[in-house]
């Protein structure tokens, strides 16, 4: 009967007040978060952009503009990987304006691939 008769007491442990800063946070949990956050690649605005600078009174519906981006994204992805193959091949880490080309002779066929490397070469020639 007499552990009826004593009273039990019951500690109530106060819960931690949340911290804002990051520092709490190891890193891998935030390497999550910034994943979380990223979008797809868009070039959307930019080909708005450009269209806006080249031909003001030209209209792109919907489709037309997804179709670009589409379009651009793939051609993007290509050069990605000749670029990624390109410098695992030659052990460098840096890309050069031959590296470049390359992946443009890779790329794009005929008359466009010329185009294309002679506006590349300007570029890179061009001085301010």
Not at 39 to 68: C, G, H, Q
Request: proline share 3%; net charge positive; hydrophobic share 30%.
């Amino acid at each position: 009967m007499d552990s009826f008769s004593e009273k039990t007491y019951v500690k109530i442990e106060a819960e931690p007040i949340p911290s804002t800063s990051t520092n709490d946070i190891n890193a891998v949990q935030r390497n999550r978060k910034r994943k979380q956050r990223r979008e797809d690649l868009s070039f959307k605005p930019y080909i708005l952009r450009v269209k806006k600078i080249k031909t003001t009174d030209l209209k792109l519906s919907s489709n037309a503009l997804e179709d670009l981006d589409n379009l651009i994204s793939n051609v993007y992805q290509m050069y990605c990987s000749d670029l990624k193959r390109l410098t695992s091949l030659t052990k460098n880490k840096t890309l050069s304006a031959k590296d470049v080309e390359t992946a443009t002779k890779l790329c794009i066929p005929g008359k466009r691939k010329d185009n294309a490397m002679k506006f590349g070469r300007d570029c890179v020639n061009f001085q301010i």
